[in-house]
């Protein structure tokens, strides 16, 4: 409870000094969604030339879209302080060091370090696509539909929270961030808003039997449409996807235990 | 101007310091044209052609505006900002040279440094793994390079403009994302430009941002013939012009009111 408290404490002084100037507090909110509009939009505008890709209209893009937007924009707004090149530069300035020497959970202060309120703007514009999706498609909804939305929603913050808890973790040894995990954590959100069959076989594998990316959006989403499952994978492949990215966040957490107590300061 | 390509050479040299993260750069530029191609593909599905662009053509025009990236710093730059903040700009306006020379002559030599080493290198890694054309005769060629280096010419330009925001408000990285953003969308960054329809091509014609990525492209592929290439090439000069005077005035007026604090 102590923990919770002070979470929000400092979570709160982020967000004051945020909020200090209005006018561009606001301005970062709408620049913000005004990538994912002009990125989603780029693609809708094509739509009507082609009218589907493999088989996939436009609504049901949106679906997997807009789940991806809001499960991003959601974790990289709680685990800014996670996001690797964040986190390097405070290995590489030795503040990790100040957060070391306090009597406080380590994981807690790196997660209460950082907080991006301008994510909000990518959350929103996640929803406006939602509903995109809803008017453009009809889905016949029943419980298990309803609930696996905000499964799907969960379990991609804690696939992406993974990777960048990985990748922090990384930079131990590293000092550098790694520029390669963004084929990960962005390559990994521009893949999943798309259905998995389009890419060639190898690129799909990866991210079926290596990074279990398929199970988190793609499959819930087959069935919340119900659209037939091309890879013939058992019947609760839609609903693995939360099990496998609370694994992932675990193995992630792990590791960075494991890396803290490895942890030698560059010294400066 | 020998001052201005010393300077080029300078910044040309630095960033061969950062060889691992070109290697990472280059990874992670090849993953992503991997998907762009993929979805384009699956998108045009059975057909062969679409608006004169075969599946040759796509691929072709994805490769090479992944490979431009770089050197046209599509994502932005934020260099003068960031000296209007840390005060740096001080120093860099007594200079004696004039600012928006110096920091062109620092653009140039990274760009140039992306173009051989990111920009040639990758298309080299698209042309492995697919079938990419080349251009037609020594005339494409030349008109391409004459016209990457207008894109570079507009992009320095516009990345700079919009950078002097800096200097009326306290921050302008919203106005940075916001402006850059802009220019993904009406440069063929994100679609080719031919694939999008009447209405938002024409709304892109009026704006110097087709000029930055999608001209070079379309030239390079000859999909324009001489006299559009020349056409192409005015409406680029054109705009490198109008550009380079708006942003000197603006840093004109920005210098006039910008204050430093002594520290």
């Given amino acids: ?268 | 101007m020998r001052l201005f390509f010393e300077l080029s050479k300078l910044h040309f040299r630095q960033q061969m310091a950062y060889r691992t993260s070109t290697f990472s750069n280059l990874s992670v530029n090849f993953f992503f044209g991997l998907m762009r191609i993929a979805v384009l593909l699956a998108l045009y599905g059975e057909r062969e052609s679409v608006e004169g662009l075969d599946l040759v053509g796509v691929v072709t025009y994805l490769a090479l505006s992944q490979s431009l990236i770089t050197f046209i710093t599509i994502f932005g730059s934020g260099d003068l900002m960031r000296a209007v903040y840390s005060g740096e700009i001080a120093t860099q306006l007594l200079k004696p040279m004039h600012y928006f020379n110096y920091a062109m002559a620092e653009d140039m030599g990274r760009s140039m440094f992306n173009l051989i080493f990111r920009g040639v290198l990758l298309f080299a890694i698209y042309d492995l793994f697919f079938k990419v054309t080349y251009p037609a005769n020594a005339l494409v060629w030349l008109c391409f390079f004459a016209s990457i280096w207008l894109a570079w010419l507009i992009s320095f330009a516009y990345r700079f403009l919009v950078n002097t925001s800096s200097f009326w408000t306290p921050n302008a990285k919203g106005m940075l994302r916001f402006f850059f953003t802009l220019s993904w969308l009406l440069s063929g960054f994100l679609m080719p430009l031919r694939l999008f329809p009447d209405w938002l091509q024409r709304i892109a014609a009026f704006t110097p941002f087709p000029y930055v990525l999608d001209t070079p492209v379309e030239i390079y592929m000859g999909l324009r013939s001489p006299n559009e290439m020349l056409e192409s090439l005015l409406l680029q000069a054109f705009w490198v012009v109008a550009l380079i005077l708006l942003a000197q005035l603006f840093l004109k007026r920005g210098t006039r009111r910008l204050v430093i604090l002594g520290g």
């Fill in chain 1, 1 to 268: 409870m102590h923990q919770a408290t002070l979470y929000f404490r400092l979570v709160l002084v982020q967000l004051q000094s945020q909020l200090q100037y209005r006018a561009s507090f606001v301005f970062e909110i709408l620049s913000t969604a005004f990538i994912v509009f002009v990125e989603f939009l780029a693609v809708a505008v094509v739509f009507e030339r082609f009218e589907h890709i493999k088989g996939w209209t436009l609504g049901e893009v949106a679906l997997l879209w807009a789940m991806v937007e809001i499960s991003f924009g959601l974790m990289d707004m709680l685990f800014q302080g996670f996001d690797p090149p964040v986190f390097a530069e405070k290995i590489r300035l030795g503040t990790f060091d100040q957060l070391l020497l306090r009597p406080v959970n380590i994981t807690l202060q790196v997660l209460a370090s950082e907080l991006e309120l301008r994510r909000i703007g990518k959350i929103i514009l996640g929803i406006a696509i939602f509903f995109l999706a809803l008017n453009l498609t009809d889905i016949e909804w029943t419980w298990i539909k309803v609930a696996l939305i905000p499964c799907m929603i969960l379990s991609m913050t804690m696939f992406f929270a993974a990777l960048f808890m990985f990748g922090s973790t990384i930079t131990f040894w590293t000092v550098q961030s790694i520029d390669l995990l963004k084929i990960l954590t962005y390559g990994g959100s521009y893949l999943m808003t798309y259905p998995m069959h389009i890419y060639q076989n190898w690129m799909r594998r990866i991210f079926t039997f290596i990074i279990p990316a398929i199970f988190l959006n793609y499959y819930p989403a087959l069935y919340i449409l119900d659209k037939p499952d091309p890879f013939n994978f058992p019947s609760f492949a839609p609903f693995i996807g939360i099990a496998l990215a609370a694994m992932m966040l675990l193995l992630a957490y792990r590791f960075w235990i494991f890396g803290i107590r490895h942890y030698q300061s560059t010294g400066s």
